[in-house]
Each structure stands twice: as structure tokens, then as C-alpha cells.
């Protein structure tokens, strides 16, 4: 939880859907409670900003957070079509590929944990 705070902070705002999802998930699975996530989201937030803002504000040479100011222009001010847009297809046909390389060929694997998960929350009983 702590990783993906510190990525969403700093390298990536898209990474707030991954940390979304995977943070819904372990609080349905219990395996984190809601003052334990907001414990751990505000604290690493903090300190993750405290570490990125100066040293981005001396490479920019003005105080910034870039990823801040990306979600800002991108989402408030809607303004993303700015940077260029694609073809509708480009996405399936060039981003996705590149992106995922060979980590389809992983996919299948993903089935075999998907069923344990299921099978321990029915020894359990939480799966009723």
C-alpha cells in the first residue's frame, strides 16, 4: 500500500485507479480496514510530497509538483486535448501492445490465484 501511495504521488496520477481498485479489494478481502488505509494514504501522501516538491522545485526552478499540475490541467481544467489527440483505435493498436509486451502471456496464470482466493473465503466462510 505504501509503494503505491508513494508511486501515485510521485511518478504517475493514473496510478490512482490501480490504487483504488487494489485498496477496494483488500478492504472487501478485510485484509485492511478504512482508518488503517486512510492512516497509511495521508501519511505516505505527506511524506512522499515532502521529498518530491523541493527536489522537483530545484530541477524546475519554481515551486511545483508535476504531477500535481498534470491532474490539475489534465482533469479540472479539462484541457488534456491540448497535448494532441490519437485515433480512436491508437490506444488497442499501439499504446496497449507496448505497454503490456509480454505480460499477456501471464494472464492465464492470474486464474490459478483468482480460484485459491475464492476457495479460502469459502473454508472461511466469508463467501456464503
Not at 524546475?60 to 494532441?84: A, D
Request: aromatic share 12%; charged share 15%; proline share 5%.
Amino acid at each position: 500500500a505504501i509503494l503505491l501511495v508513494v508511486g501515485t504521488a510521485i511518478f504517475r496520477c493514473d496510478l490512482l485507479l490501480l490504487l483504488g481498485s487494489i485498496g477496494l479489494s483488500w478492504l472487501v478481502l478485510r485484509q485492511l480496514t478504512i482508518p488503517e488505509a486512510l492512516k497509511i494514504g495521508i501519511t505516505t501522501g505527506i511524506v512522499a510530497l515532502f521529498l518530491t516538491v523541493p527536489l522537483d522545485s530545484l530541477l524546475w526552478q519554481r515551486p511545483v509538483w508535476p504531477e500535481g499540475e498534470v491532474f490539475y490541467f489534465n482533469t479540472i481544467l479539462g484541457k488534456s486535448k491540448e497535448w494532441g489527440t490519437s485515433p480512436w483505435h491508437w490506444y488497442f493498436v499501439s499504446a496497449l501492445p507496448k505497454a503490456m509486451l509480454l505480460t499477456l502471456f501471464l494472464v492465464p496464470l492470474s486464474v490459478f490465484r483468482v480460484v485459491e482466493v475464492l476457495v479460502g473465503l469459502e473454508r472461511t466462510g466469508r463467501l456464503s
